[in-house]
């Protein structure tokens, strides 16, 4: 079988910012079919990367070859749209094709952008990201170039979206952060890390496998690189009188060696862990609290729930449902119509929001934490300086000295988590904390929240971060509507998936026209119907307490997924067997 055909070549490409160097002598290709998954640390020059591609930002050294005649479209983080324009017009120029107009609406729809007719001024961040998202489908290009395509996206869409670049043999080279959506998509993972590239030819899970073995021989080599040059150090040393012309290649061959011995393999080995939280056993109590900007606007509904002692809750939901909008109540921001949050007197919020803070650009990283704090009191007599707790974050101790106006969008996203958690809070509240994040640093955090000795109170629609931190979930489904769910984000979706399919195969049964008894003269009960009228008595009740025995099994958060799955599964049969036995039992009570 002939190899497919590159449809993009870079090659020895170098990039400097002044005296930092991004990448240097980078080279890597993209064939027909590959869907590319670049991955890199914040401020290591993803985004430049992809600009230089798109032909936005220069280079210093290199080239960019795209085969000729190709069709590229690329999606920025940050699109730019005329606000006077339609949603429509600013897709492309359609001139009217009916095929294409009606292509853009399946998928704005799905997008959740359906007035086509709506200036863009109108539109939020978010929405204007979709349609950016949605100008780059539409067009169906031949090869796809997309920067965080899951930002601003709810999971519904994600969802989608992970179908539809799934689907043919679409050609694409994106940065996300999300994981689950970059082992469902992608099957080539490319590394830009230590100015270099390195390539691995499968999903993302076959990465993180072959990238451990690569960190393990690099330390190897390391180790070996060590132990030659302390001999090679010692006879530097000692044989001052050697280094004539014959021994000038050994001197050569040491110089190389301390440069290798001395290479940073940068992987953290130790979890930072606090003992030094306290909270007491109240932590709050959200007392049928209801809210609604407006009559179809509803957000919260005579709302209760009582927050437990070290409880870890996610909250999911569809954009709009009021996720971020329930945070801002609790934390005061925002007043319910009716109802009240009752808050323990021991609890201090710690609150990552999605706007971030606005920090004094002038001010050099470690400035803007030791304001806040020169140290983090761990307990037991363990200090971490501010320094260190920096370090953890990953800004080297070079990088801290770095003015903030030269931080790259996710290392400041970084600083302002760093800002949060250095306030030593015992109860975190994160409003969408993964988003601009890269990859190891929302490892971090994931290791960080699941030792976490306070609550947390997570807003994401990241499912791997979801599924590694909480324990628990509200889902937010619209019109005031919360449920209540003992478990991660994949047993919710699989307890949904099976709930929906057995409400499907219970349909047609529903649908059965259930008999009637008609009652045209006044008459007494036969015994028969006597002795069935008490059975139906007993039998409803025993029914009612199965039914309220499974419903506080599956809030309480200690089944399995099987043990959910099953009862999840009993539901709706006991549902329909008590409908037909109470109306059997109101029939009969009418004669």
């Given at each position: 079988m002939a190899n497919p055909k590159p449809v993009l070549d870079v090659q020895n490409l170098t990039k400097r910012f002044g005296a930092k160097v991004l990448f240097e002598d980078i080279s890597f290709s993209i064939a027909e079919g590959q869907r590319v998954g670049l991955i890199a640390q914040n401020g290591t020059g993803k985004s430049t990367l992809l600009a230089i591609l798109m032909g936005e930002e220069g280079k210093d050294g290199g080239e960019v070859i795209y085969r000729n005649g190709l069709r590229v479209a690329c999606l920025v983080q940050s699109p730019h749209f005329d606000p006077k324009e339609t949603v429509l017009d600013a897709c492309f120029n359609h001139h009217g094709d009916e095929e294409k107009v009606l292509k853009a609406k399946q998928i704005l729809t799905q997008l959740k952008i359906t007035n086509l007719n709506q200036p863009m001024g109108e539109l939020s961040g978010g929405q204007q990201k979709r349609v950016a998202l949605a100008n780059t489908l539409i067009t169906e290009p031949d090869f796809l170039i997309l920067d965080e395509p899951t930002n601003h996206l709810d999971l519904e869409m994600i969802e989608w979206l992970e179908g539809f670049l799934s689907r043919g043999n679409k050609t694409l080279l994106m940065v996300t952060h999300d994981r689950y959506f970059l082992d469902r998509v992608c099957n080539v993972i490319v590394e830009l890390d230590n100015n270099t590239i390195f390539t691995y030819q499968g999903s993302y899970a076959y990465y993180l496998e072959k990238r451990q073995a690569r960190l393990d021989n690099a330390r190897a080599e390391v180790q070996h690189a060590n132990n030659l040059y302390r001999r090679e150090l010692d006879w530097m040393r000692r044989q001052p009188q050697a280094r004539g012309h014959k021994a000038k290649y050994r001197e050569d061959a040491f110089y190389e060696l301390e440069a290798k011995a001395k290479q940073r393999i940068e992987e953290r080995q130790v979890r930072l862990k606090s003992s030094n939280v306290y909270i007491g056993s109240k932590i709050f109590e959200c007392q049928y609290v209801s809210k609604a900007w407006s009559a179809e606007k509803v957000i919260l509904r005579d709302f209760y729930y009582n927050f437990a002692r070290f409880e870890k809750m996610g909250i999911v939901g569809n954009n709009g449902t009021g996720k971020s909008t329930f945070i801002k109540m609790l934390l005061g921001e925002v007043q319910p119509d009716g109802g009240r949050f009752d808050i323990g007197e021991t609890v201090r919020f710690g609150y990552f929001s999605q706007e971030g803070l606005q920090f004094d650009e002038q001010k050099k990283v470690i400035d803007i934490v030791t304001d806040i704090a020169e140290y983090v009191d761990l307990g037991g007599g363990r200090h971490l300086s501010a320094?260190?707790?920096?370090?953890?974050?990953?800004?080297?101790?070079?990088?801290?000295?770095?003015?903030?106006?030269?931080?790259?969008?996710?290392?400041?996203?970084?600083?302002?988590?760093?800002?949060?958690?250095?306030?030593?809070?015992?109860?975190?509240?994160?409003?969408?904390?993964?988003?601009?994040?890269?990859?190891?640093?929302?490892?971090?955090?994931?290791?960080?929240?699941?030792?976490?000795?306070?609550?947390?109170?997570?807003?994401?629609?990241?499912?791997?971060?979801?599924?590694?931190?909480?324990?628990?979930?509200?889902?937010?489904?619209?019109?005031?509507?919360?449920?209540?769910?003992?478990?991660?984000?994949?047993?919710?979706?699989?307890?949904?998936?099976?709930?929906?399919?057995?409400?499907?195969?219970?349909?047609?049964?529903?649908?059965?026209?259930?008999?009637?008894?008609?009652?045209?003269?006044?008459?007494?009960?036969?015994?028969?119907?006597?002795?069935?009228?008490?059975?139906?008595?007993?039998?409803?009740?025993?029914?009612?307490?199965?039914?309220?025995?499974?419903?506080?099994?599956?809030?309480?958060?200690?089944?399995?997924?099987?043990?959910?799955?099953?009862?999840?599964?009993?539901?709706?049969?006991?549902?329909?067997?008590?409908?037909?036995?109470?109306?059997r039992w109101l029939e009969l009570s009418e004669i």
């Open positions: 320094s260190q707790f920096l370090q953890h974050f990953m800004f080297s101790p070079e990088e801290q000295y770095n003015y903030v106006y030269k931080l790259s969008g996710g290392e400041k996203r970084k600083l302002y988590l760093c800002t949060v958690l250095m306030r030593n809070p015992n109860f975190l509240v994160l409003d969408e904390p993964t988003n601009d994040l890269d990859i190891k640093t929302l490892q971090v955090l994931e290791e960080y929240l699941q030792d976490f000795p306070g609550c947390v109170i997570i807003v994401s629609h990241d499912r791997y971060f979801m599924d590694k931190v909480v324990d628990h979930l509200l889902v937010f489904k619209g019109d005031g509507e919360v449920q209540d769910f003992p478990g991660n984000y994949t047993q919710y979706r699989q307890w949904s998936q099976l709930a929906s399919q057995t409400e499907a195969k219970a349909t047609p049964t529903e649908k059965k026209e259930k008999p009637t008894y008609r009652n045209d003269t006044k008459r007494k009960l036969t015994y028969k119907e006597k002795i069935e009228f008490e059975q139906l008595e007993n039998d409803i009740a025993a029914l009612e307490a199965e039914q309220a025995e499974i419903e506080q099994s599956l809030s309480s958060g200690d089944l399995s997924v099987e043990e959910i799955t099953e009862k999840s599964k009993r539901l709706p049969v006991l549902k329909d067997e008590l409908d037909e036995k109470s109306m």
